[in-house]
């Protein structure tokens, strides 16, 4: 898709709830009814190396969407991968931000939400599963559940995402089925519903079975990066015999009626309150298993639903349109130097050229060139529905959890910020170039990079990183340098803990001097507390059990945040 000429967003009028779109008619919401029953949402997790980036392409590849998948590590003339579009993705061959693939598949229009593996990027997933209304769980045959997977399931349970389950890799040698269902099942409190089962494994991974149709899926290796070769025939089918060594075949259906005593019954309703995931088995870089994957999880996966605000629970089916921003990347187009603010529509229909209001400041804000969003590639688009997540032009105006809405007005429940673990004082050796360095630590502070914090001390104007890990700080440190063409050095502070003060300023200030800590501001003018340790902010707690602090900063409304 070709990136056309972008007009920012402006604030204009009044906030009075009006809007440039006409009232919406009997067809108009037929429309939307039907608009929303025909999107899917969702976000694939994982823990690194799980095989999520493939994973994405393949399911690209099986929507139309692409003729030829990429690779992760593109050698020679094969095609990189559409959703690692930044230049240190690609050199270091892992995913860094958040994506939004937008795509149609038969009846159904998908926004695949793909989010960085790697643990250092963690707080973008949690911001992005915000937006999302199924996740699908990507594991290793091999290696099972992993560090981050477990943490990222917990992240769904409390946000009741239904979740599918793909265990990938399975042309590799890896550890039995029964084994890593049984793992899923113990470890996570998850019952388990395989919608199909292997037929072999490693070298000797023949297809899949489906359970509910009874037909066996074999596959052939196609092309690299195409689509592979699928036959299908009801187990009971003789000739079945002549393509599958007898005793793989006999041992999945062994497996199988184990399965079918002893399993739970597959119901829509536990799969959408989260109690129930259907399990799948495959290979997204051989295309093995990936399109049944897909055409089962469109068939049972949650459509977009109600969501919780300020004013209850908002009916994706009512006219006035709502949403929240979920996520900012500055520079998707370097040419243009472009700031995108990635909109989760929530409710009516979202028009381009639309007056909303902006529940932080209370002002109105019309809505000029919306996108539609495919990885780095965008073009115009007129109309979105719930479900949808489009890219909307940010001149400074946006925050990670706002709302925008039409109408009376509703707020949806913010992003917050999480405890970081690293803290170093970020230097710009040039001072000529202070104004590409301010702009830029400015704009990677508003898509949540990193924290930025800021000393209490008036005459150090350094901004502090405040990272979850280490590649974050490289992340910043490339950005800077390439993006806005500043060249920076980092000063590690020696603390690996931090807490926000929930009384504010005047409940530091009442205690007086602390020590083996240290007190600095956040983004919003909050105190937070630096600790080398837990065992200082144990002392800490001993000293002053009436000092409240939080490992997770509180929601902010109705405030700008500093800039540096």
């Avoid at 006219?319 to 990347?329: D, P, R």
Wanted: aromatic share 8%; glycine share 10%.
């Amino acid at each position: 898709m070709q990136d056309r000429q972008r007009t920012p967003g402006r604030f204009v009028g009044s906030s009075d709830g009006t809007s440039t779109t006409g009232p919406a008619g009997d067809s108009s919401q037929q429309e939307q009814e039907q608009a929303v029953a025909r999107r899917r949402n969702f976000a694939i997790i994982s823990h690194p190396d799980a095989g999520k980036t493939t994973l994405t392409e393949k399911l690209l590849l099986y929507g139309g969407a692409i003729q030829q998948a990429g690779a992760v590590r593109a050698r020679g003339e094969q095609r990189r991968v559409t959703s690692d579009w930044m230049e240190l993705e690609k050199q270091r061959g892992i995913s860094i931000t958040s994506t939004v693939l937008q795509f149609d598949y038969g009846a159904h229009t998908i926004n695949l939400l793909d989010t960085p593996g790697h643990q250092d990027f963690s707080e973008d997933t949690y911001r992005t599963l915000a937006a999302a209304d199924n996740a699908v769980m990507l594991e290793d045959a091999a290696k099972g559940l992993e560090p981050q997977t477990r943490k990222l399931f917990q992240v769904c349970r409390l946000r009741r995402i239904p979740l599918f389950t793909l265990i990938n890799k399975m042309d590799r040698p890896g550890r039995e089925p029964l084994e890593l269902v049984d793992e899923i099942e113990q470890e996570l409190g998850l019952l388990c519903w395989p919608v199909n089962w292997p037929v072999g494994s490693g070298d000797q991974f023949r297809g899949v079975i489906d359970r509910r149709s009874r037909q066996a899926i074999l596959f052939r290796r196609g092309e690299r990066g195409r689509q592979a070769r699928e036959l299908e025939m009801s187990v009971e089918d003789p000739r079945l015999g002549e393509l599958v060594e007898e005793h793989l075949l006999h041992q999945a259906l062994e497996e199988l009626e184990l399965l079918d005593g002893a399993g739970a019954d597959l119901t829509l309703e536990a799969v959408h309150q989260g109690d129930l995931t259907p399990v799948f088995f495959g290979s997204a870089m051989t295309n093995f298993g990936v399109h049944p994957f897909l055409k089962a999880f469109l068939e049972l996966a949650l459509p977009p639903m109600a969501r919780t605000s300020s004013a209850g629970r908002i009916d994706p089916l009512s006219s006035q349109f709502s949403g929240f921003i979920f996520k900012l990347q500055a520079n998707m187009d370097p040419r243009h130097r472009d700031r995108v603010a990635f909109l989760r529509v929530c409710s009516g229909t979202f028009e381009r050229d639309m007056v909303a209001h902006h529940a932080r400041s209370g002002k109105a804000v019309r809505l000029s060139r919306p996108q539609k969003l495919f990885g780095q590639d965008r073009s115009v688009v007129d109309r979105a529905y719930p479900g949808d997540v489009i890219g909307l032009n940010n001149p400074g105006v946006f925050a990670i959890g706002d709302t925008l809405y039409q109408g009376r007005k509703v707020e949806y429940e913010g992003i917050p910020c999480f405890s970081p673990e690293i803290f170093s004082w970020l230097h710009n050796p040039n001072p000529s170039a202070f104004k590409g360095f301010r702009k830029g630590v400015n704009a990677l502070r508003e898509e949540g990079t990193v924290q930025i914090l800021y000393d209490t001390d008036p005459g150090k104007r350094n901004p502090i990183l405040a990272a979850v890990g280490q590649l974050q700080l490289e992340v910043v440190q490339h950005r800077l340098e390439h993006d806005y063409g500043v060249p920076t050095r980092l000063e590690p502070l020696g603390f690996t803990t931090a807490r926000w003060v929930t009384g504010g300023w005047p409940a530091l200030e009442a205690l007086g001097r602390l020590f083996n800590c240290k007190a600095v501001r956040d983004s919003w003018n909050r105190p937070v507390l630096l600790f080398k340790n837990s065992w200082n902010l144990q002392q800490l707690h001993g000293d002053h059990p009436e000092l409240g602090l939080a490992a997770v900063a509180p929601v902010v409304s109705g405030m700008e945040p500093i800039a540096l």
